[in-house]
């Protein structure tokens, strides 16, 4: 995730899941400025590729913002 420069990173897991398999994203970074949600989440997707060809199976939910959204 060092890739995105995030202010703020919470991954957590998700469903109970004793595997961290399944997580939830939330993101914070100012490289986000200008960007779709769409492309948000995909940078997402690429900073955090390796471990999805690893231990995490999915990504259950992706929130991505700018520090601007979150200050709002």
């Known amino acids: ?10 991954v ?3 469903y109970d ?3 961290g398999s399944h ?3 939330d993101v914070v970074s100012s ?3 200008g960007k779709s949600s769409m492309r948000r ?3 997402v997707y690429k ?3 390796n471990e999805m060809n690893g231990p995490v199976h999915a990504v259950d939910s992706i ?4 520090p601007t959204e979150v200050e709002l």
């Open 1 to 10: 995730m060092d890739a995105l420069s995030p202010t703020t990173c919470v």
């Open 12 to 14: 957590k897991g998700s």
């Open 17 to 19: 899941d004793p595997n």
């Open 23 to 25: 997580i939830t994203i």
């Open 31 to 33: 490289m986000f400025e």
């Open 41 to 43: 989440q995909q940078m």
């Open 47 to 49: 900073a955090i590729w």
């Open 63 to 66: 929130v991505a913002k700018t």
